[in-house]
């Protein structure tokens, strides 16, 4: 069942949906679950390796992969090819447009030194033979498969005008065992679930973990000395700090685009539970909310004047504005469909809020236009929870229940395409998609 607001009141709100039996290790599969009818052909043929190469990873599998999960791409099938071209001049177009393949790409791979390949690639627009890409990038074995995930960004942006997020991350949460006899883990790994790595790790529950706005840190809670702290980690050197643990709710850390501030909830001794501020670098504490009622969740506008967040104020969770400039004026109400909307989180270009949002028994992912106040619902599971955005906004990555367990899964910004992430064992919850600057 979904957790009500009393719930956070008293903190068990804040435990109850990491229950479920998790892996740290596991990678992610995909499966798509909808598609697109109008999802842009295109062929990624398997990439050639020069003389004894024999390289770990097929790069064509990663493009091919990667544009599939956009849900605006349908690669073509490899036992449908019928030639495997590694250059443009190799290409029969004529063959290709038989396939009813829009564009092809190609590509080989060329040794450059002791573990060292040039990775060459063309990307051509099949219907008129045009060579819309042509690059050499260096890659080793350690990084193959950033440069596989680097060639599906460009393939992407050059063909949708988008930026891809293929060489992105994600952080979700992981729990081992079974009651009393847990572990709770905090996992990063690449945007298609590739190379897990935990990177925290206690018998006590970990939550919210947050991505700074250089993907260089995460804020997240944990609960490992008893009572709940937020902690800021570098995620290079794995070095931390613990940077709030005031008596009572340290939760749901969100940083300010900046990366100075943290908006945070926490409680007072009456059982009061605001939003604040904490400016990280001198610890300087601002109030941001003051009504009786629960206001949680914060996300940061983009120019960081405002924060939004989720309050009980009006009898039922609802999402609210407020100004940082003026904290004693009242927040304005920008939720009014359901009587459930909670978990705000902005999109990358600020136009949007994905929330959870209630549709009759059901809790779902939709977005509210800022704008113009109209909010659509994109996914239709029983409990979908913790939506956050693509870097791009062309997706959201959000936790959800799959005969049983927890899983990933994403959804396109239009809600035409979903695909799950499941891991290859155990259950895994609340995902953190991190942001496009991040260095692999």
Same mark, same amino acid.
């Given at each position: ?207 919210? *973990?947050? #991505? /700074? %706005? =250089? $993907?260089?840190? +995460? &804020? ?32 749901? *850390?969100? #940083? /300010? %685009? =900046? $990366?100075?501030? +943290? &908006? ?177």
């Amino acid at each position: 069942m979904k957790p009500s607001i009393g719930f956070v009141r008293s903190g068990v709100g804040l435990l109850l949906w990491l229950c479920a039996a998790l892996s740290a290790h596991a990678e992610l599969v995909i499966e798509i679950t909808r598609g697109t009818n109008d999802a842009i052909p295109i062929a990624v043929v398997p990439f050639g390796a020069a003389g004894p190469l024999k390289p770990p990873v097929d790069v064509a599998e990663v493009i091919g992969s990667d544009l599939s999960r956009s849900g605006r791409f349908a690669p073509v099938e490899r036992r449908d090819m019928i030639e495997q071209p590694t250059s443009g001049d190799q290409i029969q177009f004529a063959d290709w447009k038989l396939l009813k393949s829009n564009f092809i790409a190609v590509g080989k791979l060329v040794p450059d030194g002791v573990d060292r390949y040039a990775v060459q690639f063309e990307l051509y627009n099949v219907l008129n033979g045009q060579r819309l890409l042509g690059q050499r990038i260096p890659a080793n074995n350690a990084s193959l498969r950033a440069t596989a995930h680097r060639i599906a960004d460009m393939i992407y942006e050059q063909l949708t005008g988008v930026p891809g997020a293929f060489s992105t991350r994600i952080a979700y949460l992981n729990v081992e065992g079974t009651p009393p006899s847990q572990r709770y883990k905090l996992t990063v790994a690449d945007s298609d679930g590739a190379n897990p790595n935990v990177i925290a790790n206690s018998n006590e529950p970990i939550m919210s *973990p947050a #991505w /700074s %706005p =250089d $993907g260089q840190n +995460l &804020a997240y809670v944990s609960f490992e000395n008893k009572m709940a702290a937020i902690y800021v980690q570098t995620l290079r050197s794995g070095e931390r700090r613990k940077v709030s643990a005031r008596a009572g709710i340290n939760g749901a *850390p969100s #940083w /300010s %685009p =900046d $990366g100075k501030y +943290l &908006a945070l909830t926490l409680s007072r001794k009456d059982g009061d539970v605001d939003v604040y501020t904490l400016e990280l670098a001198t610890q300087v504490l601002t109030r941001v909310t003051f009504d009786p009622a629960i206001d949680t969740e914060p996300a940061w506008s983009l120019d960081g004047s405002k924060l939004y967040f989720m309050s009980d104020r009006s009898g039922g969770p609802q999402i609210y504005e407020q100004e940082l400039s003026d904290v004693r004026r009242a927040p304005r109400r920008l939720t009014f469909e359901g009587s459930y909307n909670a978990r705000p989180r902005v999109s990358p270009d600020g136009k949007q809020l994905a929330l959870v949002h209630q549709e009759g028994g059901s809790f779902n992912i939709a977005t509210l236009d800022l704008k113009g106040g109209s909010l659509q619902v994109l996914t239709k599971g029983k409990q979908d929870e913790s939506p956050s955005f693509a870097p791009n906004g062309a997706q959201l990555i959000y936790a959800t229940q799959d005969r049983g367990r927890g899983v990933l899964a994403l959804v396109s910004n239009d809600g035409r395409s979903q695909q799950k992430l499941a891991a290859t064992n155990g259950d895994v919850r609340e995902p953190v998609w991190g942001p496009l600057a991040v260095q692999q």
